[in-house]
């Protein structure tokens, strides 16, 4: 049944995305439903869905988290694609969510 097995793949990746481990930058929202469409193999979010939060938190790294990053050099960075590449690891239509290849999600397809 479709609804069921959307209702496992949810009670499997929901667990990584609680209030202490959110990230504005790094594990929000978008990377929640990225995931879930990666799991549920119904394609991958549009990747200028996640550039925003890609490049803010490249301006962060590379400030070290001091300063803060202005929402138009966030917009001028991902509009210019001034994106780490450990941002963009695992883009593409054959590539697995992020957490999986970080190991902290079993890499079962439901």
Not at 33 to 48: E, F, I, M, S
Not at 73 to 94: F, P, Q, T
């Amino acid at each position: 049944e479709p609804e069921e097995r959307v209702h496992k793949v949810i009670d499997t990746v929901k667990g990584y995305w609680q209030g202490a481990g959110y990230d504005l930058m790094r594990i929000n929202c978008c990377h929640f439903a990225d995931t879930l469409c990666r799991t549920l193999a119904v394609g991958v979010l549009p990747q200028w869905v996640t550039n925003l939060a890609a490049a803010g938190a490249t301006l962060q790294d590379r400030t070290g988290g001091g300063q803060p990053v202005t929402p138009k050099a966030v917009i001028a960075a991902a509009m210019a694609g001034d994106i780490d590449a450990k941002y963009l690891a695992g883009r593409g239509a054959a590539a697995k969510p992020h957490l999986f290849l970080k190991g902290r999600i079993p890499d079962e397809r439901c």
